[in-house]
């Protein structure tokens, strides 16, 4: 599977964006989806993640509320909708993909993508 994530941007605090991220390949719908995040200077860390089918989504304390993750099995996409957005969700997003289960554990994904820019000003 190969990911190619896009969306990302320069926005002020307060605004939205949404990313997208393409999968190559056709059993993407047989893979759950993550987003993780990373901060220069920080550790990668998991945003949110979604089933295979789309019925079960988790979300990172810090992101719960203001962002949503979907997925269109039809198009091999997985969206990450970020709204409210502060200047610490300034990062590199990645999306990954994991063929076992849904997860948080960025270290359970076995493909990613290269990462998008989301850049939030205060």
């Known amino acids: 599977v190969q990911l190619q994530a896009s969306g990302g941007g320069l926005v002020q605090a307060g605004g939205s964006l949404r990313l997208s991220c393409a999968a190559s390949?056709?059993?993407?719908?047989?893979?759950?989806m993550g987003w993780f995040r990373q901060a220069p200077g920080k550790e990668r860390e998991f945003v949110a993640a979604i089933s295979w089918s789309g019925g079960s989504t988790y979300y990172a304390d810090s992101v719960k509320g203001r962002f949503t993750i979907s997925r269109d099995n039809a198009k091999n996409t997985v969206y990450l909708q970020m709204n409210s957005l502060k200047p610490e969700d300034t990062a590199v997003y990645y999306c990954a993909a994991e063929s076992i289960r849904t997860d948080s554990n960025s270290g359970s994904y076995d493909y990613w993508g290269q990462g998008t820019q989301v850049t939030v000003s205060s």
């Open positions: 390949g056709r059993t993407f719908s047989s893979y759950a």
